[in-house]
């Protein structure tokens, strides 16, 4: 694989047994005769279908696969953690009573990142509804409350940020890494998303997306990137949709989630003669 120059994207499949190795320098023509077969995976977005199927079933019609033929459990996300990362994580939260709730609003662009105003109020309705409720945001909100903590800078590596949303109750995010890492390991996610339809992600067992409203009227929709006169020009319709996303709605749907979860097959893992109640099957700890 090469070339990769994102920290996060390198730790998802470093350690599959078919990835030979990661490179982060581009190879020299020599090197690059000496494999069989080349997959371009640049510009995506502008191939065909890109935006007219599930993006795991588009990845593999592209690669010249029938995606009708794969199971949807082997559509699902695996990620890998060290046993270090894991262990750091887990002692900071051992302290902390009731369920967890990790809240990430921010994403690579500012098309599909939360606003602070609703990220805001979503944060107080949640803490409301739930009085034992501990919230956990990756980003500066704002909002001061002893049970929403601030880990704006402070979550880590990644291999400490995943651990430390598999070892969370339930996820809020922005369409982002945090929804990809939850279905890995089972932990309850609404997405919320002002872009990309919920369509796009359908083998999710215990994720859901929820769209902004008129999502599919606005100017972004189907759009992963946008520039920043673009946005300009298109920011205070987007405010105002995120707006009418209504916190009692989010967790509604993630408690529906926690309750499949809780009635479906047993997800535990057994990791070195051990059982570990945070391990979920689709984690390899290391």
């Not at 559509?75 to 750091?88: E, F, G, P």
């Not at 805001?120 to 980003?139: C, G, I, M, S």
Request: proline share 6%; hydrophobic share 40%; net charge negative.
């Amino acid at each position: 694989m090469g070339v990769c120059h994102n920290a996060a994207i390198a730790h998802l499949i470093k350690y599959d047994p078919y990835i030979e190795r990661i490179r982060y320098k581009s190879v020299s023509l020599a090197e690059f005769a000496q494999y069989d077969g080349y997959f371009d995976t640049s510009a995506l977005p502008n191939l065909p279908r890109f935006n007219d199927m599930a993006y795991v079933d588009w990845y593999l019609w592209w690669y010249g696969l029938d995606p009708k033929i794969i199971h949807q459990d082997q559509k699902r996300n695996q990620v890998w953690i060290s046993r270090l990362a894991w262990n750091d994580v887990y002692n900071q939260l051992k302290s902390i009573q009731g369920p967890k709730l990790i809240f990430t609003p921010k994403a690579s662009t500012p098309l599909r990142t939360i606003p602070v105003k609703s990220c805001q109020r979503l944060v107080k309705e949640w803490l409301l509804q739930k009085p034992n409720l501990t919230v956990f945001t990756t980003a500066n909100i704002g909002f001061e409350d002893a049970r929403c903590i601030n880990l704006d800078g402070k979550t880590g590596d990644t291999e400490h940020f995943t651990a430390l949303i598999a070892q969370s109750d339930f996820c809020v995010s922005a369409d982002s890494f945090a929804p990809h890492v939850s279905d890995a390991a089972s932990v309850p996610c609404v997405t919320i998303s002002s872009a990309m339809p919920s369509s796009f992600f359908p083998y999710y067992p215990y994720g859901q997306t929820i769209e902004i409203a008129g999502m599919d009227k606005l100017s972004g929709f189907k759009k992963s990137f946008g520039e920043k006169d673009e946005w300009e020009k298109m920011e205070a319709n987007y405010l105002d949709a995120f707006e009418k996303i209504e916190g009692q709605e989010v967790f509604d749907t993630l408690d529906r989630l926690n309750a499949k979860e809780k009635d479906g097959q047993p997800n535990l893992h057994v990791i070195s003669g051990y059982r570990h109640p945070l391990i979920y099957r689709m984690i390899r700890v290391l």
